[in-house]
């Protein structure tokens, strides 16, 4: 049945792909925190990452014939793949192993806050207004909410240091999204993303294979492959198209809903499938927190600064 034919501007279809958008993506979470468990952080994010990357080069060069990048291309995608992929995905895959999947997946959604203070700190932007500070505090606010109420909780060993991964993630994600929005590069975005995702796979392998945080593949566990194949399938191809979609179908500022759900869905289902402690006050202080990052969100739009890229994990 086609849609498009039946519902005006196809906008039945754009909230299911919404949908798929935020409980595909809130799931990686709790799916990479699955796999990491059977291999090392970094090894299996470089897998990842080179089969996502591989699909999306190859449609776009066999299918639609785009042709291969410019030397000048493949420097800016080199640098976009460094931050967006190897720093901001890979670290906040390894973050993983020492942090609950649904605090880090909140603290991989506090980007647009620090893309503010970013530009506030280094770009002199005069673009602060009383919403976006408000905004700003209550974002600050949930998160000692929610970190105070692990405070208290008996922590495994290097829980600061997953901490720390998760953040250096989340300001490398900001900065490849101001770089992204101050540089205009003549390259299909979706193409782009593809051989940044595959450059990465490159530079995560040398990483991982020069510590030693590898194992043999052939001792990769079965439910590690599974993971895997749903973080590229689901997480990478299915989600990425069904977001692509939504954008398409709906307004921007419904579409980028899915970016204060995933966060919730990882909470909900990390305490389901991985028992991750989930009470009132913890899920009170991530509303609060995306309650804050939707009010800077919505100010920059107000102003007509819409600096904030979406995040895949």
Same mark, same amino acid.
């Given at each position: 049945?086609?849609?498009?034919? =039946?519902?005006?501007?196809?906008?039945?279809?754009?909230?299911?792909?919404?949908?798929?958008?935020?409980?595909? /993506?809130?799931?990686?979470? @709790?799916?990479?925190?699955?796999?990491?468990?059977?291999?090392?952080?970094?090894?299996?994010?470089?897998?990842?990452?080179?089969?996502?990357?591989?699909?999306?080069?190859?449609?776009?060069?066999?299918?639609?014939?785009?042709?291969?990048?410019?030397?000048?291309?493949?420097?800016?995608?080199?640098?976009?793949?460094?931050?967006?992929?190897?720093?901001?995905?890979?670290?906040?895959? /390894?973050?993983?192993?020492?942090?609950?999947?649904?605090?880090?997946?909140?603290?991989?959604?506090?980007?647009?806050?620090?893309?503010?203070?970013?530009?506030?700190?280094?770009?002199?932007?005069? =673009?602060?207004?009383?919403?976006?500070?408000?905004?700003?505090?209550?974002?600050?606010?949930? @998160?000692?909410?929610?970190?105070?109420?692990?405070?208290?909780?008996?922590?495994?060993?290097?829980?600061?240091?997953?901490?720390?991964?998760?953040?250096?993630?989340?300001?490398? /994600?900001?900065?490849?999204?101001?770089?992204?929005?101050?540089?205009?590069?003549?390259? =299909?975005?979706?193409?782009?993303?593809?051989?940044?995702?595959?450059?990465?796979?490159?530079?995560?392998?040398?990483?991982?294979?020069?510590?030693?945080?590898?194992?043999?593949?052939?001792?990769?566990?079965?439910?590690?492959?599974? @993971?895997?194949?749903?973080?590229?399938?689901?997480?990478?191809?299915?989600?990425?198209?069904?977001?692509?979609?939504?954008?398409?179908?709906?307004?921007?500022?419904?579409?980028?809903?899915?970016?204060?759900?995933?966060?919730?869905?990882?909470?909900?289902?990390?305490?389901?499938?991985?028992?991750?402690?989930?009470?009132?006050?913890?899920? /009170?202080?991530?509303?609060?927190?995306?309650?804050?990052?939707?009010?800077?969100?919505?100010?920059?739009?107000?102003?007509?600064?819409?600096?904030?890229?979406?995040?895949?994990?």
């Amino acid at each position: 049945m086609n849609i498009r034919n =039946n519902i005006p501007s196809g906008k039945a279809g754009g909230y299911i792909a919404l949908c798929i958008t935020s409980v595909v /993506w809130g799931t990686t979470w @709790v799916a990479s925190k699955i796999g990491i468990a059977g291999i090392p952080a970094l090894q299996m994010a470089y897998i990842r990452q080179f089969f996502g990357g591989i699909c999306f080069v190859l449609f776009f060069m066999l299918v639609k014939k785009l042709p291969f990048p410019t030397r000048k291309q493949f420097g800016w995608l080199f640098i976009m793949a460094m931050l967006m992929f190897v720093m901001a995905n890979g670290l906040s895959t /390894w973050s993983l192993k020492y942090i609950p999947a649904g605090l880090s997946a909140l603290v991989g959604a506090l980007y647009p806050l620090s893309v503010v203070l970013i530009e506030m700190v280094f770009f002199k932007s005069k =673009n602060m207004t009383l919403l976006t500070f408000a905004g700003l505090m209550l974002g600050i606010s949930g @998160v000692g909410i929610v970190f105070y109420e692990n405070a208290f909780e008996h922590q495994p060993g290097g829980f600061i240091f997953g901490i720390t991964l998760s953040v250096i993630a989340m300001l490398s /994600w900001s900065v490849g999204t101001l770089i992204i929005a101050k540089t205009k590069m003549d390259l =299909n975005p979706y193409y782009a993303t593809g051989w940044q995702m595959l450059l990465s796979a490159f530079m995560l392998m040398i990483i991982a294979e020069s510590t030693g945080a590898t194992i043999p593949f052939h001792d990769i566990p079965l439910k590690v492959w599974l @993971v895997i194949a749903y973080l590229v399938v689901a997480g990478s191809l299915i989600a990425f198209i069904a977001f692509i979609y939504s954008m398409k179908k709906l307004p921007p500022a419904i579409a980028s809903l899915y970016a204060y759900i995933n966060p919730l869905v990882a909470m909900i289902t990390a305490a389901i499938v991985l028992h991750e402690k989930l009470n009132t006050n913890i899920l /009170w202080g991530a509303l609060v927190t995306l309650s804050g990052v939707f009010m800077v969100n919505y100010s920059l739009k107000r102003s007509q600064k819409e600096i904030i890229a979406e995040p895949e994990q």
